[in-house]
């Protein structure tokens, strides 16, 4: 019985891992070096990648930043409540039990041209749905939870005692928490990037609904794969996600490494 588990398990992974990347692979080089050369060289292409790239970048920098204060605070501050943290904790999951469409639809709704904040905005000249702003809140959104969620649990298990310590002999909270606090933190920080960035990379929803997707302007790669199966263009659409995968092949042995690292510190 075991050894049929042992099978069947096997066997979903090939099916829903190993075959798709095989199927990505062969269909990006159906037309040769020349066919993925050109899918990827695209003007759309080029943008798309561009744009994906820099939404990584500010994503994972506000996330890192916001996300491991918000882990400190809901760990560490006595002036919260308890029932205002465990507000703060509804909301940090929020990302978790609504879909990311959904998500993005409220940006629209409250950011959008037609709504009162987003047309101030487009007053003053900065419009935010439709442009790079609304597509980095909506990554945010999906993102949020997920440096907040690997930095508390250890920020929970060192305690606060050393912090406390320091604290007395005088040190500013500051030298505290990169002389105490970090060494301590520093790979879940690491293993929450990696998570961020990777999700970054594969977000689609939310990103499809404020962008507007339109070419060479609001388009990530994630939605330039769907519009190219959509226009039939399936070589294209192969090359891109060939990319996509390939990142997120080496993302994974990185969140290996972070994790064998944590588990070690």
Not at 22 to 37: D, R
Not at 101 to 117: E, N, R
């Amino acid at each position: 019985m075991k050894k049929l588990w042992i099978t069947l398990t096997y066997l979903v992974f090939i099916l829903l891992l190993v075959v798709p990347i095989v199927k990505i692979f062969t269909g990006a080089w159906q037309e040769g070096w020349s066919g993925f050369i050109e899918a990827l060289s695209r003007k759309q292409s080029l943008h798309a990648l561009m744009m994906t790239g820099m939404i990584v970048v500010i994503v994972t920098a506000i996330n890192t930043i916001f996300g491991v204060m918000l882990a400190l605070y809901l760990v560490r501050a006595t002036w919260l409540g308890r029932r205002l943290k465990q507000l703060l904790n509804s909301v940090v999951d929020l990302p978790f039990a609504v879909s990311p469409v959904i998500g993005g639809l409220m940006i629209v709704l409250m950011l959008g041209p037609s709504s009162i904040m987003g047309a101030f905005f487009e007053d003053i000249g900065f419009k935010v749905v439709y442009a790079l702003p609304g597509m980095v809140l909506a990554t945010l959104f999906v993102t949020f939870p997920l440096m907040v969620r690997e930095v508390m649990p250890l920020l929970q298990e060192i305690g606060s005692q050393q912090e406390e310590a320091a604290s007395t002999l005088g040190a500013y909270s500051w030298y505290t928490f990169w002389h105490v606090t970090w060494p301590s933190i520093r790979w879940g920080v690491i293993y929450g990037i990696v998570l961020t960035v990777a999700r970054s990379l594969g977000e689609f929803g939310a990103v499809l609904v404020v962008s507007g997707n339109i070419m060479n302007k609001t388009q990530t790669a994630t939605t330039l794969v769907y519009q190219d199966v959509e226009n039939f263009n399936v070589t294209a659409a192969n090359g891109v996600a060939l990319v996509l995968a390939a990142f997120s092949v080496g993302l994974l042995l990185i969140m290996e490494w972070a994790k064998k690292r944590k588990e070690v510190h």
